[in-house]
T-cell receptor, first 112, second 112 residues
Framework: DVKVTQSSRYLVKRTGEKVFLECVQD?????MFWYRQDPGLGLRLIYF???????EKGDIPEGYSVSREKKERFSLILESASTNQTSMYLC???????????FGSGTQLSVL | GENVEQHPSTLSVQEGDSAVIKCTYS??????FPWYKQELGKRPQLIID?????GEKKDQRIAVTLNKTAKHFSLHITETQPEDSAVYFC???????????FGKGTMLLVSP
């Protein structure tokens, strides 16, 4: 079974800190995604990547960047965390020929 | 870009009743419509999907219907059970291989 692992389940950071959220998948999937989940707003796409070194902006990329140096790892970076980035962050992966998204268990980030 | 509206935002039913969740989409090019279920504290998981060349698809107690002319699709759950309690997300994309646009979610509560 596909495993998508997010490094932290809960994270508390201070305003202005640089924050790294890590995601690793073990199924050699080409496609990886970062979503943000907020109550009443559903899942919103921040960034995605279809291959190593490639990245594309999603619907809400402002304040975020990403890194994909290796196929299995996709990192989300908050350059200078702000309180409005307090949220649940979900990573997902998908094979090149597939349609199904496999989600990680999420990182609940609180920015104080 | 695509816009997906989902209703209702919350739905309470008695065990054994049927539940229907409805979504509308804006982009007539969309042709792939998955539904994801997220139990409390867990990751979203794909439960059923449908393509635009099919009007209805069933899997045991769940079914999805699609009306391309009206640009809406629905999730039907029959004989609901307490374990159906979860947040359900609909989504749309112009293919299974591009990015998904999610609805805002429906919290379904099934009371014993």
């Amino acid at each position: 079974d596909v495993k998508v692992t997010q490094s932290s389940r809960y994270l508390v950071k201070r305003t202005g800190e640089k924050v790294f959220l890590e995601c690793v998948q073990d199924m050699d999937h080409e496609n990886m995604f970062w979503y943000r989940q907020d109550p009443g707003l559903g899942l919103r796409l921040i960034y995605f990547s279809y291959d190593v070194k490639m990245k594309e902006k999603g619907d809400i990329p402002e304040g975020y960047s990403v890194s994909r140096e290796k196929k299995e790892r996709f990192s989300l970076i908050l350059e200078s965390a702000s309180t409005n980035q307090t949220s649940m962050y979900l990573c997902a992966s998908r094979g090149a020929g597939g349609e199904k998204l496999f989600f990680g268990s999420g990182t609940q980030l609180s920015v104080l | 870009g695509e816009n997906v509206e989902q209703h209702p935002s919350t739905l309470s039913v008695q065990e054994g009743d049927s539940a229907v969740i409805k979504c509308t989409y804006s982009d007539s090019a969309s042709n792939y419509f998955p539904w994801y279920k997220q139990e409390l504290g867990k990751r979203p998981q794909l439960i059923i999907d449908i393509r635009s060349n099919v009007g209805e698809k069933k899997d045991q107690r769940i079914a999805v219907t699609l009306n391309k002319t009206a640009k809406h699709f629905s999730l039907h759950i029959t004989e609901t059970q307490p374990e159906d309690s979860a947040v359900y997300f609909c989504a749309a994309s112009d293919s299974g291989y591009s990015t998904l646009t999610f609805g805002k979610g429906t919290m379904l509560l099934v009371s014993p």
